[in-house]
């Protein structure tokens, strides 16, 4: 049980480490924008030296920095650790703690309330573990929104 949380917080030290890793905006970052006055949600481009450029039906258009509402950097893909050991320890917990009861309760009666408990702490343990490995092989695109100010210099 002690190995288990152990590992358990090994993980989640590493994975705040990369989540707290800075990633400078620099010219041709990849980038989200949203440019309502445009008719731009949530459009990917590219950030040029004073405006962002974007592919919109098979031509380049420059969006300048004046017309966004929101601006968001791609900082590669992030494991879904969390979600991973959060939904596995509370499927495991219930299921192992709920079966426990049952079990018990067939064969000594009414009195297994701290047996439940027991067998749904053991399912919570063994849930989380299965969940951080499943969720450390799911990615997804891990965008950053950078704060919109009067200009924007991007690093070069």
Same mark, same amino acid.
Not at 9 to 28: D, F, K, R, Y
């Given at each position: 049980?002690?190995?288990?949380?152990?590992?358990?917080?090994?993980?989640?030290?590493?994975?705040?480490?990369?989540?707290?890793?800075?990633?400078?905006?620099?010219?041709?970052?990849?980038? /989200?924008?949203?440019? &309502?006055? #445009? @008719?731009?949600?949530?459009?990917? =481009?590219? +950030?040029?030296?004073?405006?962002?450029?974007? %592919?919109?039906?098979?031509?380049?258009?420059?969006?300048?920095?004046?017309?966004?509402?929101?601006?968001?950097?791609? /900082?590669?893909?992030? &494991?879904? #650790? @969390?979600?991973?050991?959060?939904? =596995?320890? +509370?499927?495991?917990?219930?299921?192992?703690? %709920?079966?426990?009861?049952?079990?018990?309760?067939?064969?000594?009666?009414?009195?297994?309330?701290?047996?439940?408990?027991?067998?749904?702490?053991?399912?919570?343990?063994?849930?989380?573990?299965? =969940?951080?490995?499943?969720?450390?092989?799911?990615?997804?695109?891990?965008?950053?929104?950078?704060?919109?100010?009067?200009?924007?210099?991007?690093?070069?």
């Amino acid at each position: 049980m002690r190995a288990a949380i152990l590992i358990l917080l090994i993980i989640s030290i590493h994975a705040a480490s990369e989540l707290t890793a800075q990633n400078p905006v620099q010219l041709g970052s990849r980038v /989200r924008i949203s440019a &309502p006055t #445009l @008719g731009l949600h949530n459009r990917i =481009g590219f +950030l040029d030296a004073d405006s962002v450029l974007v %592919i919109q039906r098979g031509r380049r258009l420059a969006v300048s920095f004046s017309s966004l509402t929101r601006l968001e950097v791609y /900082r590669g893909l992030k &494991p879904q #650790l @969390g979600v991973g050991v959060l939904v =596995g320890s +509370l499927i495991n917990g219930l299921k192992f703690g %709920i079966g426990t009861a049952q079990m018990c309760t067939a064969f000594n009666g009414n009195k297994c309330g701290y047996a439940g408990l027991g067998g749904g702490m053991v399912g919570a343990a063994l849930g989380a573990l299965i =969940g951080a490995w499943i969720g450390s092989t799911i990615k997804t695109d891990d965008w950053r929104e950078i704060p919109l100010v009067s200009t924007i210099i991007p690093q070069r």
